[in-house]
């Protein structure tokens, strides 16, 4: 709307955090055979549906970087169906005979073996283009599972310093930020900072939503 002054009137903009108090589910460890190895004990974990707009090639490059550079990355989890023009990329990473055995792919995980997931993994990585919020970020660390996700959209929002990011358009700092957190401490001082996360209720939620809404049309 054209104000009188010529000036274009611009919308109000806030940002309302999603509930995160999850109720945390019981653990139950995946009948997956990759778990009932002594490699289990040291994996990293990925959650979401394996879809171009979730940039799991990303993490397939990340892994190809660290083998040229003789890294050796523990085992990458991936929990997700296989969504819209998947294909690709999922042929690709169960069969390049450099990172296949590095990939551990489940199609789906109760809510009980999430939880296992989540309480043993090393940490969690999230590397999506954009996100509407970012939900597995918040999920993550109130299991008390470090996070290192993208730097972009929404999801610097939900844990803000908390936790540490990269770019999702950069191979080199994921693999470097997959580096940094294998460092000697580096998950104990992950874990140390998501302690003091707060999480947000529904109703918290709720209440905000109905007060900005309330001040627009009072």
């Not at 990303?58 to 040229?68: N, V």
């Not at 109703?203 to 007060?211: A, D, K, L, P, S």
């Amino acid at each position: 709307k054209w104000l009188g002054q010529n000036k274009l009137h611009t919308p109000r903009i806030e940002v309302i955090r999603l509930g995160d108090d999850f109720k945390l589910a019981k653990s139950s460890k995946p009948t997956d055979e990759y778990f009932a190895s002594t490699a289990s004990k040291g994996f990293i974990l990925c959650v979401g549906t394996i879809e171009a707009r979730k940039n799991h090639t990303l993490l397939y490059y990340a892994y190809k970087l660290a083998h040229s550079k003789n890294i050796n990355l523990p085992h990458l989890v991936i929990v997700g169906r296989r969504g819209w023009k998947s294909d690709d990329i999922y042929e690709i990473m169960i069969s390049d005979p450099q990172t296949k055995d590095k990939f551990i792919l489940l199609e789906s995980a109760s809510d009980e073996e999430l939880s296992w997931l989540y309480k043993n993994c090393l940490f969690s990585i999230y590397p999506s283009f954009y996100e509407g919020w970012g939900l597995p970020i918040a999920e993550s660390i109130a299991y008390g599972a470090p996070c290192i996700c993208s730097n972009t959209s929404s999801m610097p929002e939900v844990a803000g310093d908390l936790v540490d990011y990269f770019s999702p358009f950069s191979t080199d700092e994921c693999q470097q930020a997959m580096t940094n957190m294998l460092k000697p401490g580096a998950i104990d001082e992950a874990k140390r900072k998501i302690s003091t996360y707060k999480p947000t209720s529904w109703n918290q939620t709720f209440t905000y939503v109905n007060e900005v809404i309330g001040e627009i049309h009072g």
